[in-house]
T-cell receptor, first 113, second 113 residues
Framework: GQQVMQIPQYQHVQEGEDFTTYCNSS?????IQWYKQRPGGHPVFLIQ?????EVKKQKRLTFQFGEAKKNSSLHITATQTTDVGTYFC?????????????FGKGTKLSVKP | SAVISQKPSRDICQRGTSLTIQCQVD?????MFWYRQQPGQSLTLIAT?????????ESGFVIDKFPISRPNLTFSTLTVSNMSPEDSSIYLC??????????FGPGTRLTVT
């Protein structure tokens, strides 16, 4: 079945270092979404990418959607302790009901102050 | 976005009993979903709650175990029936409008003893 894979599973960085998580889908996606879940919290929508090769920025966060629309990345420049949490990518379920998303397993980011 | 509340926020239940989780949204939404998230794991879609009709369940989830109601566009319930310790998890409802991004409730942490 359709899979959305994320690497790495864990990332420990020193505050101020950069961080990147990668997402790969087994199928072409109409869009890719990114969510952040703080420890003890619920997933919060960050961004949606739709176009092939699209790049979007939110302050220190840069999101990319691959040319083939099967992979994506999230890059954080100069991490801060507020960036701690698990970052999930998600794509629409191929052939599924409208709105269904397949989530990657997430990348858990910890930041040492 | 939307403001989503869930009740209860947490509960400890005995095996063999049932628990009904409520999800309330502050505005009418097109789609509502129910997810399960084991601690430290990704999100698994249980079903899409359809207003006025039976929910659409994902593979591995059945109506007898997880009956869902959605009487209107702002409210839904998920019941976890005949619980076993394996049902211990966080249950999240989410909503979506016309775009495919989803907004999550705070979750219900269920422990079955």
């Amino acid at each position: 079945g359709q899979q959305v894979m994320q690497i790495p599973q864990y990332q420990h960085v020193q505050e101020g270092e950069d961080f990147t998580t990668y997402c790969n889908s087994s199928t072409t996606l109409s869009n890719i979404q990114w969510y952040k879940q703080r420890p003890g919290g619920h997933p919060v929508f960050l961004i949606q990418l739709v176009k092939s090769g699209e790049v979007k920025k939110q302050k220190r966060l840069t999101f990319q959607f691959g040319e083939a629309k099967k992979n994506s990345s999230l890059h954080i420049t100069a991490t801060q302790t507020t960036d701690v949490g698990t970052y999930f990518c998600a794509g629409p379920e191929y052939g599924g009901s409208q709105g269904n998303l397949i989530f990657g397993k997430g990348t858990k980011l910890s930041v040492k102050p | 976005s939307a403001v989503i509340s869930q009740k209860p926020s947490r509960d400890i239940c005995q095996r063999g009993t049932s628990l009904t989780i409520q999800c309330q949204v502050d505005s009418q939404v097109t789609m509502m979903f129910w997810y399960r998230q084991q601690p430290g794991q990704s999100l698994t879609l249980i079903a899409t709650a359809n207003q006025g009709s039976e929910a659409t369940y994902e593979s591995g989830f059945v109506i007898d175990k997880f009956p869902i109601s959605r009487p209107n566009l702002t409210f839904s319930t998920l019941t976890v029936s005949n619980m076993s310790p394996e049902d211990s998890s966080i249950y999240l409802c989410s909503v979506a409008f016309l775009g495919s991004e989803q907004y999550f409730g705070p979750g219900t942490r269920l422990t079955v003893t």
